[in-house]
């Protein structure tokens, strides 16, 4: 890779509506402090007035352009799985690729979203109650994070979901991939509640454009640990509530870091260093919170 970073490095993001992103920025500093240029774009279908089914000319545009891989969001992450050469082990069970890498003429699908949550929930939570935990949430984000705390061991986990269905396929889909554990769709939250030991928020509520709670504060209690996707703004209503009833809490910041950390290091072949991603993405947030 050391010949490959002699010229300036190319990557980009495809979604819609991304160009609040702050992934560029992310990238493109730490780039910076290892000493290699690094150009990293947005591809925003609605910028471009595109849609899903534009994925095949944008991917092959990117590879005639020479970028080394590709950041996918939503609406494609499981969309642009057709098009893929060949996937990770984890994109394939989570059905989900967040990040593309463009070599040799092929193109890698992989899912670094799960470990991004998991390497912060580790770093910012190291000594969690994983015995039960709930989920709100079994979209795009859900999947990753359902699949994180699995992996990290947690022996029961309850998914909500307004959509019913959808956390029922999830809990279904995971109890074959973790056979060790108990992966459920829930009915009673209140109830839940009453015997987990923490909660992951995996929904859009809390951002700025969905401010509110996810659930009544009153279900929280001091014993919970509360795990946030959510990461503009930082701290979310859910946070600021849980902290005052005294939970220990993750903000969604990590999660945002350590997935471009694995994104970085799939793309450049170099080692990011997370503290230092981390306090760029502080300051950035901090910035653009003012």
Not at 55 to 68: H, K, Q, S, T
Not at 89 to 106: H, K
Request: hydrophobic share 45%.
């Amino acid at each position: 890779m050391t010949e490959t970073l002699l010229k300036p490095l190319k990557a980009g993001l495809i979604g819609a509506g991304i160009q609040a992103s702050l992934t560029p920025a992310m990238h493109m500093r730490e780039g910076e402090a290892q000493g290699f240029a690094y150009e990293y774009e947005l591809i925003d279908l609605n910028q471009l007035g595109a849609t899903v089914a534009d994925l095949p000319a944008l991917l092959a545009d990117a590879e005639a352009r020479g970028l080394a891989g590709l950041n996918i969001t939503h609406p494609c992450k499981q969309a642009v799985i057709p098009y893929l050469d060949a996937l990770s082990d984890e994109a394939r069970a989570l059905g989900a690729v967040n990040t593309i890498v463009l070599r040799d003429g092929q193109r890698h699908g992989h899912n670094t979203d799960w470990w991004g949550f998991a390497e912060s929930f580790r770093r910012g939570l190291p000594e969690a109650d994983t015995q039960s935990a709930i989920q709100l949430g079994a979209g795009g984000a859900g999947v990753a994070t359902a699949y994180a705390i699995l992996s990290l061991g947690l022996r029961e986990l309850t998914v909500f979901d307004r959509e019913h269905e959808r956390a029922l396929s999830l809990a279904q889909s995971l109890s074959a991939l973790f056979p060790g554990a108990t992966v459920k769709a829930g009915e009673d939250l209140a109830s839940a509640m009453q015997h987990a030991s923490g909660l992951i928020h995996a929904t859009p509520t809390g951002m700025a454009k969905y401010p509110g709670m996810p659930l009544p504060g009153e279900l929280l209690e001091p014993r919970h640990w509360v795990a946030e996707i959510v990461y503009f703004p930082l701290e979310t209503e859910l946070l600021r509530q849980a902290k005052g009833r005294g939970c220990r809490t993750l903000d969604g910041g990590g999660m945002a870091v350590f997935q471009a950390v694995g994104a970085f290091r799939l793309f450049t072949g170099r080692e990011a260093d997370a503290t230092r991603m981390l306090n760029h993405f502080k300051a950035m947030t901090l910035y653009t919170s003012l």
